[in-house]
């Protein structure tokens, strides 16, 4: 190998790692977010069966979801 093929390699490491996690990411709003419902004739709105306790965000700051109270009526 060349030294110009050489210094591509951690190009390419960087530009696969960037497009892995953005793919995982992807995924997990697919699958883990309330606002996405793929089963519409079993649970049509997935978002009412939310528990006041889970997290569902990939990120929280200074939050701790065990305290919380429901706060809203059933459906």
């Given at each position: ?35 996405v ?10 978002w ?24 809203r009526?059933?459906?």
């Amino acid at each position: 190998m060349n030294a110009f093929g050489l210094q591509l390699i951690p190009l390419f490491i960087f530009i696969g790692g960037g497009a892995t996690m953005s793919m995982m990411y992807l995924a997990r709003l697919a699958l883990k977010n309330p606002d996405v419902s793929w089963d519409r004739t079993n649970n049509p709105e997935p978002w009412n069966k939310l528990e006041p306790n889970q997290q569902y965000k990939l990120f929280r700051v200074n939050m701790d979801y065990s305290k919380l109270k429901k706060d809203r009526p059933d459906f």
